[in-house]
């Protein structure tokens, strides 16, 4: 089983910063990739921001220029900026792992991080 422990949510103003963080643990061989996601109340959870290999990235095109993704080892970390009380969502941590044995990858989800964005 794989844990993903997600941090970093919160309440801001707009305009304000956040970092969120979503560390994975547990039996995996490797984590192919990893990224963010968001619902909004009433909204399709959506993509946010996704890292491959540890390098290449791709965003959600409302965030781009406002929100980096990175990764260090089996963290991944979001920083988002220029906050808006449209990014308003709980957060979603989400890892592709390849298994100790076999070949079949998995996908894990954390349990969310609420973001709210409000004056």
């Known amino acids: 089983q794989v844990q993903l422990a997600e941090s970093g949510g919160g309440l801001v103003q707009p305009g304000g910063s956040l970092r969120l963080s979503c560390a994975a643990s547990g039996s995996f061989s490797s984590i192919t990739d990893m990224g963010w996601y968001r619902q909004a109340p009433g909204k399709e959870r959506e993509l946010v921001a996704r890292i491959t290999g540890g390098v290449s990235t791709n965003y959600g095109d409302s965030v781009k220029g406002r929100f980096t993704i990175s990764r260090a080892g089996n963290t991944v970390y979001l920083q988002m900026n220029s906050l808006k009380s449209e990014d308003t969502a709980v957060y979603y941590c989400?890892?592709?792992?390849?298994?100790?044995?076999?070949?079949?990858?998995?996908?894990?989800w954390g349990q969310g991080t609420h973001v709210t964005v409000s004056s």
């Open positions: 989400k890892a592709r792992v390849m298994p100790v044995v076999g070949i079949e990858r998995a996908v894990y």
